[in-house]
């Protein structure tokens, strides 16, 4: 992705901010355990040589409370529309939807997507913060 530094970025929501959004990201990704994807947990052995999968339901007391998720939903979910646009428009430009000379295009498209769903958008992103970096390197912030 090429860098488009030599252009001024007037942005409403503040590459500090979308740093914070970006370690929240990291955070919550860091958390999810792969060993319980997909509702199974490791080999139990039963009386014998039998083995079997024990899966869980999300039963509580396996259960942790995740407040980074909830922390990153709320601090998303505080965005003004035009701060909520950028921040998906730059997630954009960082996977590579818009090149960094396309903002204006990215923005537009970004603004006509309903703004009360973009936490769970832009939560849906497999590697949000990976792309919010990305997206913010290629506009220079």
Known sequence: ??????KEWELAIGPDTVRLFILKAKALSAAVN??????????VEFDGDRHDRHGHDGLAEEKTEDLTEKELRELI????VDEAAELVA???IGRGDYDASE???ALAAARERPH?????YLLGMPTLADWLEEGLEA???
């Not at 792969?34 to 080999?43: I, L, N, P």
């Not at 009360?116 to 769970?120: D, H, P, Y």
């Open 1 to 6: 992705m090429k860098r488009h530094r030599d």
């Open 34 to 43: 792969d060993d319980y994807a997909d509702g199974t947990e490791h080999e």
């Open 77 to 80: 979910g505080d965005l003004n």
């Open 90 to 92: 730059l997630a954009w």
């Open 103 to 105: 903002w204006a295009d």
């Open 116 to 120: 009360r769903r973009t936490a769970k």
């Open 139 to 141: 506009i220079g912030a």
